[in-house]
């Protein structure tokens, strides 16, 4: 990589195309990516990128007039300082406020590099077209705004925010919920019915173990089987398979790791303690993401979590 102090004029310009050239193939790539769910949001992108277009064609204009017709390819991941933006199609599905915030850091890294490439340019035309074209980068965030204003009222916002909120809880926030919930409740019996039955600590930890990876497998396999995410726009079901298949071994294995403690009661103290923090926790997922009222979703989770806690007990003691 090269210093940016080290770049010619030449050089200089060379890297201002490329940047633009970039940066409208991203705008343009995330409004591609959010064209069918916020056609508003896309609309803005788009526009940006046609900015980004006039830009370039300023920048090309002089660089052939001053350097000729060969541009040297100069890109800012090979200049130090320049922040590394993640490619659009890695970033799906696209999140409204992300895409945002990309674009703001963009423009803000972009009108400082043509502040600092202007102040050390000794060109007076090229001095001069970077000095302008800091100019517009502020311009053009003042323009993103209007283009927000415009293709982006309230109501129209508003609506796009919560068909966000929707998705990442349809996506995340569910299936993630629902393996917790899977592996923190169902794993409860088989392991407390072995530690009861034996007596002996490591044996329930041998069959939570089992329990826990046995139940992320299983509800893995069933969630990314479930649909392919296209009729109810739950996303790719591998991801929904992965979330779900993690979230249940996790919820399996908080309350089998404290019977790894070699003495009976002090890992069933544990035990309990750490199936009390899950059932809170899956009680506050539901308050936060599903709408239900705390003390409804506390009740509901607290019953669910005993009935089967009584269930293993009883068959372990039988």
Do not use: C
């Not at 794993?187 to 407390?192: C, E, Q, S, Y």
């Not at 923090?277 to 009222?293: F, G, H, N």
């Amino acid at each position: 990589m090269r210093n940016f102090s080290d770049l010619t004029e030449r050089e200089v310009l060379a890297l201002a195309i490329a940047n633009e050239e970039e940066d409208g193939r991203i705008y343009l790539d995330i409004a591609e990516g959010l064209r069918e769910e916020y056609p508003g949001s896309a609309r803005v992108f788009s526009e940006m990128a046609g900015e980004e277009g006039d830009h370039r064609r300023r920048l090309l204009e002089v660089y052939r007039g001053k350097f000729g017709e060969h541009i040297p390819l100069i890109r800012r991941q090979d200049i130090r300082g320049f922040i590394q933006h993640k490619p659009v199609w890695q970033m799906a599905p696209l999140n409204l406020d992300a895409v945002r915030n990309l674009a703001e850091s963009m423009e803000t890294e972009t009108q400082e590099f043509y502040r600092r490439a202007a102040a050390r340019s000794e060109d007076v035309t090229i001095r001069k077209l970077l000095g302008d074209l800091a100019d517009a980068e502020v311009e053009h965030e003042h323009r993103a705004d209007a283009l927000r204003e415009e293709n982006l009222p309230e109501n129209v916002r508003r609506r796009e925010d919560q068909h966000a909120r929707q998705a990442f809880v349809l996506r995340y926030i569910q299936p993630g919920l629902a393996g917790l919930m899977d592996g923190s409740v169902s794993t409860l019996a088989p392991v407390f019915a072995a530690a009861f039955a034996s007596g002996d600590t490591w044996q329930a930890f041998v069959v939570g173990l089992a329990a826990s990876v046995g139940a992320g497998i299983s509800m893995g396999f069933a969630e990314a089987l479930s649909d392919n995410g296209s009729l109810t726009g739950r996303g790719a079901p591998l991801i929904r398979g992965v979330i779900t298949g993690a979230m249940t071994t996790l919820g399996g294995i908080g309350h089998t790791l404290p019977f790894l403690i070699p003495h009976f009661w002090a890992a069933m103290a544990v035990a309990i303690g750490v199936v009390v923090v899950e059932l809170a926790v899956i009680s506050w997922v539901r308050w936060k993401y599903m709408d239900t009222p705390p003390l409804s979703a506390t009740l509901q989770v607290a019953f669910g979590g005993a009935l089967v806690f009584a269930v293993g007990i009883l068959i372990g003691s039988s």
